[in-house]
C-alpha cells in the first residue's frame, strides 16, 4: 500500500531494554522525521533526514539514535529505555521545502 | 528560530455552532503555515495550508484559515461544526529556507451535541 507505516502500532517495554520502532515510506520522499507527541508539549521533533545516510539531530534527540541507509525506511531506537520516553511517537515523510509533511499512524510506546 | 503559540488547550463547541481555532506564530519571515487535525488514535491529516497570495485558504472538511502578517496569526475556521470534527488541531509553521515544521501544543476540540 501505498503511504507511511509505522511498526509496532503499540509497543511495551522494560526501562534499559533497546527498543526499535519501523518507519517506511512508499514515495520515495528525500525527507523523513521523528517526532514524539506528549500532552502540552504537542508533537517535537527528535530527528530528522534530507536523503539516505543523511541524519541530524532535532530539538529532543538525547537517547535516540537513527539511520536511514534506504530512502525509504528510518528506524528510530531507543538504546536503553527510559520511563521518560514512554509516549506516541511519529514518523513523517515530505518531498521538502514548500510541500506538507505526510504523517505514520503513530507508535504508542509505553516503559515500564 | 520560529515558534507557534496555540493560546487555547482545549474549547467546546456545540453541533452546529461557529469554530475559531487561534494559532500565533514567531517568525523573522513570511512562513509557510499549516494546520493538521488529529482524530483520537490517528495520525495527523493535513487540513490546510499557506505559502503566498490569497491570505484566505480553503482546505478540507469545510475548513478555512486567515494568515494575518500584521498580527502574526493564521487562525482556523468552521461555520457550522459537525460531531465529526472533535479532535486535537495542530498549527504548524516552517521556515521558507528550511523543511522542518515546528507545531504548537495543540487545541483539543469537543463537540457537544
Known amino acids: 500500500d501505498a503511504g507511511i507505516t509505522q511498526s509496532p502500532r503499540y509497543k511495551i517495554t522494560e526501562t534499559g531494554r533497546q527498543v526499535t520502532l519501523m518507519c517506511h515510506q512508499t514515495?520515495?520522499?528525500?525527507?523523513m522525521f521523528w517526532y514524539r507527541q506528549d500532552l502540552g508539549h504537542g508533537l517535537r521533533l527528535i530527528y530528522y533526514s534530507a536523503a539516505a545516510d543523511i541524519t541530524d539531530k532535532g530539538e529532543v534527540p538525547d537517547g535516540y539514535v537513527v539511520s536511514r541507509s534506504k530512502t525509504e525506511n528510518f528506524p528510530l531506537t531507543l538504546e536503553s529505555a527510559t520511563r521518560s520516553q514512554t509516549s506516541v511517537y511519529f514518523c513523517?515523510?515530505?518531498?521538502?521545502?514548500?510541500?506538507?509533511?505526510?504523517f505514520g499512524q503513530g507508535t504508542r510506546l509505553t516503559v515500564v | 528560530a520560529q515558534s507557534v503559540t496555540q493560546p487555547d488547550i482545549h474549547i467546546t463547541v456545540s453541533e452546529g455552532a461557529s469554530l475559531e481555532l487561534r494559532c500565533n506564530y514567531s517568525y523573522g519571515a513570511t512562513p509557510y503555515l499549516f494546520w493538521y487535525v488529529q482524530s483520537p488514535g490517528q495520525g495527523l491529516q493535513l487540513l490546510l495550508k499557506y505559502f503566498s497570495g490569497d491570505t484566505l485558504v480553503q482546505g478540507i472538511k469545510g475548513f478555512e484559515a486567515e494568515f494575518k502578517r500584521s498580527q502574526s496569526s493564521f487562525n482556523l475556521r468552521k461555520p457550522s461544526v459537525h460531531w465529526s470534527d472533535a479532535a486535537e488541531y495542530f498549527c504548524a509553521v516552517g521556515p521558507t529556507n528550511d523543511y522542518k515544521l515546528s507545531f504548537g501544543a495543540g487545541t483539543t476540540v469537543t463537540v457537544r451535541a
Open positions: 514515495w520515495s520522499h528525500s525527507y
Open positions: 513523517a515523510s515530505n518531498q521538502g521545502r514548500v510541500t506538507e509533511a505526510f
